[in-house]
């Protein structure tokens, strides 16, 4: 009779416990579920422009999951958008802590470092990103950002790795072109930036290509193929034709110079 007792009060226990243990996993499953849906509406809310909104939803969403980086980076986001530079700063940091591996959230940090003319920080945080993602990208992002220091050989050095890694990649080419034209090296330039036209003659910075090239064909008295990538160039801008032809007639006067 009291080992059936004992049994029973052994029984009783055990249902207890898994009753207590599936309620607690129901209230995480509903939490999560709930931080889904104000995730959601904060970026309906980013997508309408509503920041206010869009922050509000995030911050529910973020009380409800604290261990989710995604939900800091995407309120990150719309703080830096806000230019609420140090509750971004604040957010992106949260998000490298909960996931240091991400290969999207070292760039997005950089990128308001850069905002913040902070750029060492940039530089080291762009390294880091070196380490957990080795596509072309982590060393164009690098080497964007010498170039803006104007420390054209270490960008070149990126760019190339860049190269190596994808010889496809119009943008590696196209930055490294204007690191050597910063350097005055107008042929390597001229090299990279005909490459870039070669891989895709519509890229986003076509423009500056023909424009870049252009320059240098005449600074190595190849007049003729320099009024050729201008011509091209009001091409892709007509409402610069008055500023381009004069450029277009100088480079004449050099020609009949020479």
């Given at each position: 009779?009291?080992?059936?007792?004992?049994?029973?009060?052994?029984i009783c226990t055990l249902l207890l416990w898994n009753t207590i243990n599936c309620t607690?996993?129901?209230?995480?499953?509903?939490?999560?579920?709930?931080?889904?849906?104000?995730?959601?509406?904060?970026?309906?809310?980013?997508?309408?422009?509503?920041?206010?909104?869009?922050?509000?939803?995030?911050?529910?969403?973020?009380?409800?999951?604290?261990?989710?980086?995604?939900?800091?980076?995407?309120?990150?986001?719309?703080?830096?958008?806000?230019?609420?530079?140090?509750?971004?700063?604040?957010?992106?940091?949260?998000?490298?802590?909960?996931?240091?591996?991400?290969?999207?959230?070292?760039?997005?940090?950089?990128?308001?470092?850069?905002?913040?003319?902070?750029?060492?920080?940039?530089?080291?945080?762009?390294?880091?990103?070196?380490?957990?993602?080795?596509?072309?990208?982590?060393?164009?992002?690098?080497?964007?950002?010498?170039?803006?220091?104007?420390?054209?050989?270490?960008?070149i050095v990126h760019f190339s790795k860049a190269i190596d890694i994808n010889a496809m990649?119009?943008?590696?080419?196209?930055?490294?072109?204007?690191?050597?034209?910063?350097?005055?090296?107008?042929?390597?330039?001229?090299?990279?930036?005909?490459?870039?036209?070669?891989?895709?003659?519509?890229?986003?910075?076509?423009?500056?290509?023909?424009?870049?090239?252009?320059?240098?064909?005449?600074?190595?008295?190849?007049?003729?193929?320099?009024?050729?990538?201008?011509?091209?160039?009001?091409?892709?801008?007509?409402?610069?034709?008055?500023?381009?032809?004069?450029?277009?007639?100088d480079i004449e006067a050099l020609k009949a110079e020479n």
């Open positions: 009779m009291k080992k059936g007792f004992l049994y029973l009060i052994f607690k996993k129901d209230d995480t499953n509903n939490m999560n579920e709930d931080a889904s849906v104000y995730k959601a509406r904060g970026r309906t809310s980013f997508d309408q422009k509503k920041y206010d909104k869009s922050i509000v939803n995030y911050t529910k969403a973020i009380e409800l999951d604290l261990q989710n980086d995604n939900l800091y980076s995407e309120r990150g986001l719309v703080y830096e958008i806000r230019k609420e530079y140090d509750k971004a700063l604040a957010d992106y940091n949260k998000a490298i802590e909960l996931n240091p591996n991400s290969i999207f959230l070292y760039p997005k940090r950089a990128n308001l470092y850069i905002k913040l003319k902070e750029y060492e920080k940039a530089i080291v945080d762009y390294t880091k990103n070196i380490d957990v993602d080795s596509s072309p990208s982590a060393f164009i992002y690098r080497g964007k950002l010498y170039n803006r220091l104007n420390e054209y050989e270490k960008a990649n119009v943008f590696s080419y196209f930055h490294r072109g204007f690191a050597y034209y910063k350097q005055e090296k107008y042929e390597k330039a001229i090299a990279d930036f005909s490459k870039a036209i070669e891989i895709n003659p519509d890229f986003i910075y076509a423009f500056d290509a023909y424009s870049l090239r252009g320059h240098s064909y005449s600074k190595i008295k190849e007049y003729d193929k320099g009024i050729a990538d201008y011509n091209r160039v009001i091409k892709l801008n007509p409402n610069l034709k008055d500023r381009v032809e004069k450029t277009i007639k």
